[in-house]
């Protein structure tokens, strides 16, 4: 018989599996024209607006809830931590279409690569967690981190080839900007994999 999920593990799944839909999509999405930038900025901030209803019912249930399975901070950061991806990558997305940058470069495609891998560990602990197997969390919390670490990487690189090979400055400025949201959103799976962390170390 399955296990009865608490209602704010289920919560906290509906999140995360919103956002990796979101990772996916945006990850996925091949823009080929001007046109598809609108479906595209559209359908993100389609995703990233019912990820928001998500987090309100979170916030309701915890203001009605007497007890919780894990402390109300610790709910509460997670969701809106895991809120900061979606909003990244809706944010990104809306910078594309603002920019008309149809032919995402070499750079951002590693940047996404890493950010979509990262949600899906997330998205992995967050079962975990809903199971109750709080310490085969970690591992995906490390994965993360690591992922992070790797943008950290990325954004040294890809900002040093901007400033050598690019002569336009508008482009410059355009790509700069989309390479530190993309790190940004990196910091945000960090932020979870961090809370992940306290997580475990206060319940299992």
């Known amino acids: 018989m399955a296990k009865k999920v608490d209602k704010f593990s289920a919560l906290l799944s509906n999140i995360s599996s919103n956002l990796k839909e979101g990772a996916n999509y945006f990850a996925d999405y091949k823009l080929k024209n001007i046109s598809d930038l609108k479906i595209f900025s559209e359908k993100m901030k389609e995703i990233e607006t019912k990820g928001d209803s998500f987090v309100h019912e979170v916030i309701k249930q915890l203001n009605d809830a007497f007890i919780t399975p894990i402390e109300r901070e610790d709910i509460l950061h997670l969701a809106n931590s895991m809120d900061d991806v979606l909003d990244g990558l809706e944010a990104t997305a809306a910078l594309f279409e603002m920019y008309s940058i149809t032919q995402a470069d070499d750079f951002m495609l590693q940047f996404v690569a890493a950010i979509k891998a990262s949600v899906h560990e997330i998205d992995k602990a967050i079962e975990l967690l809903a199971?109750?197997?709080?310490?085969?969390?970690?591992?995906?919390?490390?994965?993360?981190?690591?992922?992070?670490?790797?943008?950290?990487?990325?954004?040294?690189?890809?900002?040093?080839?901007?400033?050598?090979?690019?002569?336009d400055?508008?482009?410059?400025?355009?790509?700069?900007?989309?390479?530190?949201?993309?790190?940004?959103?990196?910091?945000?799976?960090?932020?979870?994999?961090?809370?992940?962390?306290?997580?475990?170390?206060?319940?299992a």
């Open 169 to 203: 400055p508008i482009r410059i400025i355009q790509y700069k900007e989309i390479y530190e949201n993309l790190e940004d959103i990196a910091d945000s799976c960090q932020s979870v994999a961090n809370t992940l962390e306290t997580i475990i170390m206060k319940n």
């Open 131 to 167: 199971n109750k197997k709080l310490p085969q969390m970690r591992e995906h919390a490390i994965k993360t981190k690591d992922y992070e670490s790797k943008c950290d990487n990325i954004l040294r690189q890809s900002i040093k080839h901007l400033f050598t090979v690019e002569k």
